[in-house]
């Protein structure tokens, strides 16, 4: 959790311009199609699960490409949610 943190918060500050940048309606267009995915997904039922092995590589990747969303939309959801979604599934179905 700590490199999904860190990952994220510096990739947020580096990708900040972004967000002022001229390529903001682009950012719109894809916060919204990231938005419309995880609905699809929310609603089709379909459970994802991460196996404690990856955590330590998909978490400062994860945290990276939030920091990335962040960066350019304003939006801290998307992917980390559903990457803690995930690991939650696998732990409170591992009980």
Do not use: D
């Not at 309606?25 to 092995?53: E, H, Q």
């Not at 960066?71 to 179905?93: D, E, I, K, N």
Request: a positive charge; charged letters at 5%; aromatic letters at 6%.
């Amino acid at each position: 959790m700590a490199w999904l943190l860190v990952t994220s918060s510096v990739v947020t500050y580096a990708a900040a311009g972004l967000l002022t940048g001229a390529g903001t309606s682009s950012a719109g267009a894809a916060l919204g199609v990231a938005l419309l995915a995880y609905a699809i997904l929310g609603l089709s039922g379909l459970t994802v699960s991460v196996p404690p092995r990856l955590e330590p590589v998909l978490s400062p990747m994860i945290g990276a490409l939030t920091g990335l969303a962040a960066g350019v939309t304003g939006v801290f959801v998307l992917p980390a949610v559903p990457y803690l979604q995930a690991l939650t599934c696998l732990r409170l179905s591992a009980r």
